[in-house]
């Protein structure tokens, strides 16, 4: 038996009627159990949710009971902490502490304390108690829970990919943008850079379904690095073969350190390199000269530099236009159904895996 606590003056209790699949789950459920900060297990995951509020607590003033909500991640909004004063809560003093590691006792498993508050939301899970600023409101922006449920990744992966673009990297008509990866987060950077009007826009990836599919999604060429012997001569090539002076921003969604090294001689002077794929731990050797004399800028990012509460009305937005067709990433599993939504999420079959509960 599955027990909740009751929620607390700035937390919501919400229904949760999907929930999408995110590679930071995967990551952060394969760390040993003793990993100093984090709760041991029982703990719930999930930090893409979607659905409708049950109860409020006492300080929560923007939704009401029976609003939809889509789930973002949590931050401190204290006006002592930069990040949250400038809109950019991903970058929150408190984040690490307030959205990947667990409270402890949110719920109880068979009488056993199990963590939650993960993102603010642990929405892997029919119920889900959620920090009021992981909640936004789209009452008024969505039209029924279908798409609702379509809607649920907007809290990480599409706003992490899309928002990269737009707000952190700022692409334009002018430029050269590259993805290396083409999950939904690459797939998302992709959207965003055609909503951009961007110049050219390159889809980098190994698996021949998503190099077929980002063409619909605004790509207007496509590398297929499988059958590369040396990505650290073969993918700048072929970068400046379609585009000879080289790219002006690289979005790299993977996390694989040669590729990320292969973006430097792909780009143009002041082109700039944005790492959005887990790296944590990976070390990379540098010609530091080289990028001084060019300009390059390596650049860390979480959650695309947004602000929920504005980005996600955006993208939904840009859904309206049809030019966010995120339609064509889902793929919908009922919750009992999760290992299959892990393998076809692994083999490259499902792009982005909603549950639904």
């Excluded at 929930?19 to 159990?33: K, L, Q, W």
Aim: one cysteine or more.
């Amino acid at each position: 038996m599955v027990q909740l606590r009751e929620p607390g003056e700035d937390e919501l209790l919400v229904k949760i009627i999907a929930s999408g699949v995110c590679h930071t789950d995967i990551a952060i459920s394969s760390f040993p159990a003793d990993t100093p900060g984090f709760h041991p297990y029982p703990k719930i995951l999930g930090h893409e949710g979607a659905g409708i509020v049950e109860r409020i607590g006492s300080k929560i003033s923007h939704v009401k009971k029976g609003d939809k909500v889509l789930l973002s991640f949590d931050y401190c909004g204290s006006d002592g902490c930069r990040a949250c004063e400038d809109e950019t809560p991903g970058y929150c003093e408190q984040f690490h502490v307030k959205n990947l590691f667990h409270v402890p006792d949110v719920y109880q498993i068979d009488g056993e304390p199990a963590g939650g508050l993960f993102f603010g939301q642990s929405s892997f899970s029919s119920l889900a108690l959620v920090k009021g600023t992981s909640v936004v409101n789209v009452e008024q922006l969505v039209k029924d829970e279908e798409e609702l449920k379509l809607f649920a990744p907007m809290g990480c992966g599409y706003q992490t990919g899309a928002a990269a673009v737009t707000e952190l990297a700022d692409v334009g008509k002018r430029d050269v943008v590259v993805v290396f990866g083409l999950g939904g987060v690459g797939m998302s950077a992709i959207m965003a850079a055609s909503v951009r009007g961007a110049h050219t826009i390159i889809g980098v990836d190994r698996v021949q379904s998503r190099l077929d599919l980002v063409k619909e999604m605004g790509a207007t060429h496509v590398i297929d690095t499988s059958n590369f012997k040396d990505v650290g001569k073969e993918l700048p090539a072929a970068i400046k073969e379609i585009a000879p002076k080289g790219a002006n921003a690289v979005f790299d969604t993977t996390g694989v350190v040669p590729l990320i090294a292969a973006a430097i001689p792909a780009l143009q002077a002041r082109g700039q390199i944005i790492l959005i794929g887990i790296v944590n731990g990976k070390t990379m050797d540098l010609d530091l000269g080289a990028l001084l004399n060019i300009g390059t800028a390596i650049r860390g990012c979480i959650e695309g530099n947004a602000n929920p509460s504005k980005f996600i009305p955006q993208m939904i937005d840009w859904y309206r236009q049809d030019r966010f067709p995120i339609e064509k990433l889902a793929r919908f599993y009922k919750s009992d159904d999760f290992e299959s939504a892990l393998t076809d999420m692994h083999t490259g079959s499902t792009i982005k895996p909603i549950l639904l509960w």
